[in-house]
């Protein structure tokens, strides 16, 4: 087990160069709020470093393939991605762990799919609940009636800002918790920051934190457990870089039964079909997602093949958008799927 935690680590410019932050002497384990209000700051300071590539000493050519795909992707956009396995917790690389990993950001739109599974789960919507979007969107005349579907689609924002005042924000946070965010996913990774979650919000703000997710900050990692739990039903794993032999799956716990997880995907297929994510159509490689877009950031959790999932990904931009962070992620797949197929017949899954 020890192997999983000596990293071999990339960067793009010369090939083995040791990241500053896989030493983890310089950064201690932030796991407080103060703390990661701390970096939250620091970052805008901090030079812009080499891209470092994190793949597990026993990768398989499957999990190279990934982390070049990753790199190739992202180009010189400042950000992150993980990708990872949804059934194992098998993480097969992270690109620029100190975004990804060890500074966490405002999820934004992403934070919807929390508030979906509590209004769920809650019994607050069905899928087929439809809510009248009139205004007050990022959309200016609104969607008109919309449902879950394409709430998420579309990323409707008074869509979830309706639900979430429903919910009331103990049952949001309860929620949050319940898929690993609020806490470091114990990843054997060094310098992980644990996110936020508030302990209070007034009433007044609640429907702006089921929207825009202000005040929740979260790691690129614990969104691709989150996005992982969704698909594999309700396993919330404890992350582990580690090549795909003999690997052992660690699972932090199971949602409980009756937590409502289905009913999103199609949300996430639309999302890329028709709404925010547009950018990672591809015709021939099926993608399901959602993106986030706020405070000069962008992400977009995903899964391919939407149809039979066998990685999840989270891209994290900054600057950027969600929009192009679905490009980075459209990219990654393509190459994965379709460029190179010879490439994902000797896939270690
Ligand atoms: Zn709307």
Redesign the pocket.
């Known amino acids: 087990m020890r192997q999983a935690t000596r990293l071999l680590v990339l960067t793009c410019s010369l090939g083995l160069l040791l990241s500053p932050l896989a030493g983890g002497a310089t950064r201690p384990r932030r796991a407080r709020t103060s703390s990661v209000r701390r970096a939250r700051r620091t970052v805008p300071r901090r030079p812009p470093g080499p891209p470092a590539l994190v793949v597990p000493v026993a990768a398989s050519a499957r999990d190279v393939a990934v982390s070049e795909a990753a790199r190739h992707s992202l180009g010189d956009q400042q950000g992150a991605v993980v990708a990872m396995d949804p059934y194992t917790g098998r993480l097969l690389t992270v690109l620029n762990p100190y975004l990804g990993l060890s500074t966490a950001y405002e999820p934004c739109s992403v934070f919807k799919i929390v508030v979906a599974i509590g209004g769920l789960t809650e019994h607050v919507i069905t899928p087929d609940t439809v809510y009248n979007?009139a205004g007050g969107?990022?959309?200016w005349p609104?969607?008109g009636p919309?449902n879950l579907r394409r709430?998420l689609a579309?990323s409707?924002?008074?869509?979830f800002e309706w639900v979430g005042e429903q919910l009331g924000y103990d049952r949001i946070q309860k929620y949050a918790h319940l898929l690993g965010l609020g806490s470091p996913t114990g990843v054997n990774l060094p310098d992980e920051a644990a996110g936020r979650i508030p302990l209070s919000v007034p009433m007044s703000r609640v429907g702006h934190l089921s929207s825009h997710a202000k005040g929740v900050d979260t790691t690129a990692i614990q969104l691709a457990v989150l996005m992982s739990a969704v698909i594999n039903g309700g396993i919330v794993f404890e992350p582990q870089l580690a090549g795909p032999a003999g690997f052992v799956p660690k699972e932090r716990w199971r949602l409980p039964p009756q937590v409502v997880v289905g009913g999103l995907t199609e949300g996430f297929l639309a999302a890329v079909n028709e709404g925010s994510a547009a950018n990672a159509f591809d015709p021939d490689v099926i993608v399901a997602g959602k993106t986030g877009t706020c405070a000069g950031v962008g992400w977009f959790a995903s899964y391919a093949p939407a149809d039979k999932p066998e990685i999840v990904t989270v891209v994290f931009v900054r600057p950027g958008t969600g929009h192009v962070a679905s490009a980075v992620a459209g990219r990654l797949y393509q190459s994965l799927y379709k460029v190179s197929p010879a490439t994902t017949a000797t896939a270690g899954y």
């Not at 409707?156 to 869509?159: E, L, S, T, V």
């Open positions: 979007c969107c990022w959309f609104g969607h919309i709430a579309v409707c924002n008074p869509y």
